[in-house]
């Protein structure tokens, strides 16, 4: 007798659909889910070893463990001795120095549900916006720029949009390897449809810049000149959409004269590509009937991320191509519920249903909800703020769940010194690998993807629900269960009464009724027989949008979407000739974030097992440095030491570090971040991963 379990594959924003097949002897294998409407039976070769991550428990935190002072070891305790001393530390350093001197930094690997409680905790009832996830680190520039030129965090496009489209320019993303099955699927259109073109905009060529029909291998950071380099082409040659331009936009005007200022010759100069190259993009976008952009982190994870979104968005809105079938721009979340943070208002500066904490009746109306007086209007740290304000000390507690920011923040050594000056660390985490656990006062064991339900959001709007398989190894409970039974220890039981998860996506998606974000028509139960649906879905008779601005009706109070004229310099720190190249960092095929699932399945690391710096042979042949020869990548904040990769696959005066290994899976000499930027976008604060100035040198022993 084999169990059939539906679910979602827990690692990036595809969210494919997985059938997990439990024998009578409780083992597991995994397979694509054909009815899932993302993935249609597929599974990239992290989702086709989900198993192993779930059948080997070697690794897991078994029960709560605490430490006394920093000086003695970690000790098993029972949860309550965990939760009453964590609840009577909170209590006295908001009592003492006020809520927001304590704070949780979660994770978009966080379910829904997990989200809801923790913001409801802190925003609430504790009183602070303390609550800032790894989703800053990867979606705050789009989240900015969607709502600056539509009005609304809204990601306009289906997956089913893919099939229909002629035209793809994927910009500062590699799918081939981070979001495999879109990328099976764009291969397959152009595979049955020789005329459709792809644009790709990367410094590296990547497996998917190799499929490209017109690859335009950008110098990092030019990324907006080259943006508006196109936008003036389609202008001057009459590839825009007038009509809707009129009716449905404000601001084309100054963009105009903007883009049109700055000479196509020297934008070519800026970006280190051919003006041939750019007139060839103009003509395929221009011609394209259907013409759909992606992008991810490497539009995302910069200081003018913002900047880089609005000019992509402005191809959209000045050629007519969004909300309508087969065209619109794609963000594609790296993580699997980073869109299930924004609709819960996961984030330092948001409320529930992509609500602003910025607006007082927004406030009050999730106040009145919560049955509090007040919310605090107070922006909260934001991820690098939170981690600054333990090291200097406005924040003396955190409570850093599902992530691992010892590894993933930038600028490592910041986070190290600041965990050491936190006067209380609380680590929830399903494995002992992570490197943050070193830093803990308190541990507590989650339950693991199949050990819990909850629902999850994909890059498309696509809510889809997580069925439980297992039961938690050892004493493990789901996040939510924890965050629920700490608010009770804290005093606000009578607000966190929940018999089930299912309970509490209840109360979430009532809070969007009316809203943008209207999820209202869904339920755990509809979500579990019926299958998923793409919010809007508002009423249960409802069938889901599979599309936005179908009408061309925005979410802007005017209704029309905004063309925002951006400056178009980079604001990365500055190279010089002791740091001349610019280290950009990014993920391999087969491994997730800081490998403390993938790291551990053989047929998974086999890919590339080791960090590695890729050089190009010019600057490599320039320092003496060989294939394999162990390499010094070097700045003011720190070094990393790793094998070279010489290819030419990568821009002369780039360099890329991987950015998943640390101390555990290899050792802090391989770790990225130790050389990564403290710069942030000033409106989304998301950090500048991909331009950090460096030297890089041959190693030689001392
Ligand atoms: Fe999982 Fe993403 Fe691979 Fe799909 S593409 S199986 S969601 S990692």
Not at 669 to 687: C, F, Q
């Amino acid at each position: 007798m084999v169990e059939i379990h539906k679910t979602t594959c827990c690692y990036c924003g595809v969210g494919c659909g997985v059938l997990v097949k439990k024998n009578r002897d409780g083992r597991i294998s995994v397979e694509g889910d054909p009815e899932h409407p993302s993935s249609k039976g597929m599974l990239c070769s992290k989702g086709m070893n989900l198993h192993y991550t779930v059948m080997d428990t070697s690794d897991r935190l078994l029960y709560p463990q605490m430490r006394w002072n920093r000086q003695a070891a970690l000790q098993r305790v029972t949860w309550d001795t965990a939760l009453e001393r964590a609840a009577a530390v909170f209590k006295t350093f908001i009592d003492k120095y006020g809520p927001d001197s304590v704070g949780f930094y979660a994770s978009g690997q966080c379910l829904t549900e997990e989200y809801y409680v923790v913001n409801k905790l802190i925003k609430g009832f504790i009183g602070s916006n303390n609550l800032d996830t790894n989703s800053r680190l990867c979606m705050s520039s789009a989240v900015v720029g969607y709502k600056m030129a539509l009005g609304e965090d809204s990601v306009p496009c289906s997956y089913e949009d893919i099939e229909l489209a002629d035209c793809f320019l994927v910009a500062g993303a590699n799918p081939a390897w981070n979001h495999p099955i879109v990328f099976r699927r764009m291969e397959a259109h152009k595979a049955a449809n020789p005329r459709v073109k792809f644009i790709v905009v990367d410094p590296r060529r990547t497996d998917t810049a190799r499929m490209a029909d017109l690859h335009l291998q950008v110098k990092p950071g030019t990324d907006v000149v080259l943006l508006n380099a196109i936008a003036k082409g389609l202008i001057s040659r009459g590839y825009i959409d007038e009509h809707f331009i009129k009716n449905h936009t404000e601001g084309f005007d100054s963009f105009r004269v903007k883009v049109a200022e700055r000479d196509m010759r020297e934008a070519a100069k800026i970006c280190g590509i051919s003006l041939h190259d750019i007139h060839q993009a103009v003509e395929y976008i221009g011609k394209s009937k259907g013409f759909i952009s992606m992008w991810a982190m490497g539009f995302n994870q910069s200081v003018i991320g913002v900047n880089k979104n609005l000019a992509l968005l402005n191809l959209h809105l000045i050629t007519g191509h969004i909300g309508k079938p087969g065209s619109g721009p794609f963000s594609l979340t790296g993580q699997p519920n980073a869109m299930g943070g924004r609709e819960v208002g996961g984030l330092s500066n948001l409320l529930p249903a992509h609500r602003n904490l910025a607006d007082p009746q927004h406030r009050q109306e999730v106040a009145d909800f919560w049955g509090v007086p007040s919310l605090n209007p107070k922006p909260g740290y934001t991820a690098t703020e939170m981690f600054q304000a333990l090291k200097d000390g406005r924040m003396k507690a955190i409570w850093i769940m599902c992530t691992n920011p010892l590894v993933s923040l930038p600028n490592v050594q910041l986070v190290e010194e600041a965990l050491k000056a936190a006067k209380f660390v609380v680590v929830q985490d399903v494995s002992n690998r992570s490197d943050t656990l070193a830093f803990a006062d308190l541990v507590l064991p989650a339950a693991a993807w199949g050990e819990k339900t909850g629902t999850m959001t994909n890059s498309e709007r696509r809510v889809s629900y997580l069925n439980k398989f297992n039961e938690p190894v050892g004493e493990a409970l789901p996040d939510s269960e924890i965050i629920v039974k700490f608010a009770h220890k804290m005093g606000f039981g009578h607000a966190f009464n929940y018999p089930h998860s299912a309970a509490i996506y209840d109360e979430h998606v009532y809070l969007t009724k009316g809203t943008n974000v209207d999820m209202s028509g869904l339920s755990h139960e509809r979500l579990r027989t019926q299958g998923t649906l793409q919010w809007p879905v508002p009423a249960p008779q409802s069938e889901g949008t599979p599309r936005l601005f179908t009408d061309g009706q925005f979410f802007t109070t005017s209704r029309k979407a905004q063309i925002k004229t951006v400056p178009d310099d980079n604001q990365s720190e500055a190279l010089s000739d002791d740091l001349p190249l610019v280290l950009t960092t990014g993920r391999i095929r087969d491994q997730w974030h800081t490998m403390t699932k993938t790291g551990r399945v053989n047929k998974l690391t086999q890919h590339l097992p080791k960090a590695f710096l890729e050089i190009h042979p010019a600057d490599a042949t320039e320092r003496g440095i060989k294939e394999s020869n162990i390499v010094v990548i070097q700045n003011g904040r720190g070094e990393v030491q790793v094998p070279a990769k010489i290819t030419t696959d990568i821009r002369q005066g780039v360099v890329f570090l991987p950015m998943h290994w640390g101390k555990i899976l290899q050792s802090n000499a391989a770790r990225a971040n130790n050389l990564t930027s403290d710069l942030i976008d000033p409106l989304s604060k998301e950090p500048d991963f991909k331009f950090a100035a460096v030297q890089v040198t041959k190693f030689s022993k001392p």
